[in-house]
């Protein structure tokens, strides 16, 4: 276990050595959960970025004729999917 101080802002550092250990990089979101009379701090785990290439093919229109992103309206064809 490892004391550390809050200072007058209201801030706690973490040590490096607990940064590392938990994968705690810049702008990690930690939950902070108030229990009885003490505090534990879970990490929020991020989902992953994605790119733009691994959602190819996931939208498919039946329509003939060439179509454009642009044209495409999710909205509407969320609505006819049902």
Do not use: W
Not at 6 to 33: A, R
Not at 44 to 53: A, G, S
Not at 56 to 80: N, T, W
């Amino acid at each position: 276990m490892q004391t550390v101080t809050v200072s007058e802002q209201g801030q706690v550092v973490i040590p490096i050595d607990v940064h590392k250990q938990l994968g705690i990089t810049t702008d990690t979101q930690l939950n902070l959960i108030i229990e009885n009379s003490g505090l534990r701090i879970e990490i929020k785990h991020r989902t992953q970025p994605t790119h733009l290439e691994e959602g190819y093919g996931l939208l498919v229109c039946k329509q003939p004729g060439e179509r454009h992103l642009s044209e495409f309206d999710v909205a509407q064809a969320m609505k006819e999917a049902q």
